[in-house]
């Protein structure tokens, strides 16, 4: 009797344990259990400046043809007191539009605030935050910050200075015209129309990019175990720095343009299309260390990486 006794209590203390824990499942719920929509519309002139921040949500900015910033979302938590203890604040003035999801002070549980922001197609996207959701700016004037955490970035049919910056998630810049600073981990970072200074960089992803126009500030690219692709429909006016570790570099430019390059592998190889003005070390059609002046010689361009070719290719265009 007494082995039957020491044996049923512990059995019975599991079974309120394992209770206690469904219960403690069923109150919290999924992360987005409770919504509750929400809809502002404010009037703005056509260049005025837009600034959108929030917290475990996407943020979508739209250009449109109206004179207003229409912000319509969803605010969400895993209780009902979570989600109302997410509150928003809105600015408005003719020249600026501030909407805010503000994050709850307490730390039990999920909640978070999802944007869908129409605003006029001249207006200006100062900043836009968030954090674990994918952030997208499409057909308006200018984009200046965009950050998030843990989410993709896509900034289309824009222009301006564009500073984007996330983790764990990929980057692109589409029908751009303006100057790129991009950095991500773990997700690869696609831009065109990059006409201005260019510094991007990525871990555990590729780097594509192709510049319109020349440039007379700096080209910055940075991987690992990621390709680079530069392409550009102008002859350089500025420094190239490309540097990669387990990923091909491959730099293309018009026929025309003259430069000094300066190439470095390790377990591959490094091929130039370009007629050599000056030569150092290292046999043509095969090597791991390159450096010659093309043309009649401009600016450096430096490309460094370990096992990965290296490739030096004239684009289709010859302009200079």
């Not at 209770?19 to 005025?48: A, K, M, V, W």
């Not at 570099?249 to 003259?258: N, S």
Request: hydrophobic share 30%; proline share 3%; aromatic share 4%.
């Amino acid at each position: 009797m007494r082995s039957q006794s020491l044996f049923t209590v512990p059995l019975v203390a599991v079974a309120v344990l394992l209770t206690g824990c469904l219960d403690i499942n069923l109150d919290h719920g999924s992360s987005d259990r409770y919504q509750e929509d929400f809809h502002f519309s404010y009037d703005l002139q056509p260049n005025g400046h837009v600034i959108a921040e929030t917290f475990n949500g996407k943020v979508e900015i739209v250009g449109w043809d109206e004179n207003k910033v229409d912000i319509s979302g969803t605010k969400y938590g895993s209780t009902e007191r979570l989600r109302d203890a997410v509150k928003l604040e809105t600015h408005n003035s003719p020249s600026l539009v501030e909407v805010r999801a503000i994050h709850p002070s307490t730390s039990t549980g999920n909640s978070g605030a999802r944007f869908i922001i129409k605003v006029p197609r001249q207006a200006m996207v100062e900043r836009v935050t968030s954090s674990n959701g994918a952030v997208r700016v499409e057909h308006v004037g200018n984009t200046s910050h965009v950050k998030t955490s843990n989410g993709s970035i896509l900034v289309a049919d824009a222009s301006g200075d564009l500073d984007a910056r996330t983790s764990n998630g990929p980057i692109e810049v589409a029908r751009f015209n303006g100057s790129l600073s991009a950095r991500t981990s773990n997700g690869k970072v696609r831009a065109e129309g990059i006409s201005g200074k260019c510094e991007v960089e990525t871990s555990n992803a590729s780097i594509d990019v192709r510049m319109n126009e020349a440039t007379t500030a700096p080209v910055r690219m940075a991987t690992s175990n990621g390709a680079i692709t530069l392409a550009m429909d102008k002859a350089p006016k500025s420094d190239i720095r490309a540097e990669s570790s387990n990923g091909s570099i491959t730099v293309k430019m018009p026929g025309g343009a003259a430069a000094r390059i300066n190439a470095d592998t390790s377990n591959a190889s490094i091929s130039s299309e370009f007629e050599v003005l000056t030569q150092g070390s290292g046999d043509r059609g095969n090597k791991d260390h390159l450096s010659e002046t093309i043309g009649t010689g401009g600016p450096t361009i430096e490309l460094t990486t370990r096992n990965g070719n290296i490739r030096i290719q004239k684009t289709s265009s010859s302009n200079n």
